[in-house]
T-cell receptor, first 114, second 110 residues
Framework: KAGVTQTPRYLIKTRGQQVTLSCSPI?????VSWYQQTPGQGLQFLFE???????NKGNFPGRFSGRQFSNSRSEMNVSTLELGDSALYLC?????????????FGPGTRLTVT | QKEVEQNSGPLSVPEGAIASLNCTYS??????FFWYRQYSGKSPELIMSIYSNGDKEDGRFTAQLNKASQYVSLLIRDSQPSDSATYLC??????????FGTGTSLTVIP
């Protein structure tokens, strides 16, 4: 089975711009979660989508949003970028129900905001 | 108080020794626990999951869970230099929220 894929792998943006990141989960996985990883804060949960519905949301401002499509692919959008948004953005897929909550991470998108 | 706490390390062990990594969590009703390994510049890789009290073994790795003490650990036997990485503890808590510790850096010295 193919693993989780994320595009693009690297991005450089300017303050005030917006960005859209994409994640394709493992085939058959219906849950996609997004995380922000920075050296100071570690892995922080952004949100989780399951069957096109946002099931959970972390403590991030409304500038961070996401969606999930019927094929379980997910996108994350960050508007009005700030310098502090520079981070590694990881998505993780899982079956998302009681038989397995194990999450498998993609390679990440490294976002640099200048 | 953080949801998941780990000693940041660094933890250094000689090759062939047992490395012991520890994690505590705050939500008493948490049901699922995971250990991830993250090499520098890479994304986290799932090593083990554990759901019930006791030990779970997979090759050189053993996860131990004690829900009464809200404590989960990972033992790595016969440590190899290739085990040098940051180990992340993750907990699935109330409402299906996942919380990660900040990780313990492990160095295995040849």
């Amino acid at each position: 089975k193919a693993g989780v894929t994320q595009t693009p792998r690297y991005l450089i943006k300017t303050r005030g711009q917006q960005v859209t990141l994409s994640c394709s989960p493992i085939s058959g996985h219906r849950s996609v979660s997004w995380y922000q990883q920075t050296p100071g804060q570690g892995l922080q949960f952004l949100f989780e989508y399951f069957s096109e519905t946002q099931r959970n949301k972390g403590n991030f401002p409304g500038r961070f949003s996401g969606r999930q499509f019927s094929n379980s692919r997910s996108e994350m959008n960050v508007s009005t970028l700030e310098l502090g948004d520079s981070a590694l953005y990881l998505c993780a897929s899982s079956l998302g129900h009681a038989s397995s909550y194990e999450q498998y991470f993609g390679p990440g998108t490294r976002l640099t905001v200048t | 108080q953080k949801e998941v706490e780990q000693n940041s390390g660094p933890l250094s062990v000689p090759e062939g020794a047992i490395a012991s990594l520890n994690c505590t969590y705050s939500d008493r009703v948490s049901q699922s626990f995971f250990w991830y390994r993250q090499y520098s510049g890479k994304s986290p890789e799932l090593i083990m999951s554990i759901y019930s009290n006791g030990d779970k073994e997979d090759g050189r790795f053993t996860a131990q869970l004690n829900k009464a003490s809200q404590y989960v650990s990972l033992l790595i036997r016969d440590s190899q230099p290739s085990d040098s990485a940051t180990y992340l503890c993750a907990v699935r808590s109330t409402g299906n929220q996942f919380y990660f510790g900040t990780g313990t850096s492990l160095t295995v010295i040849p």
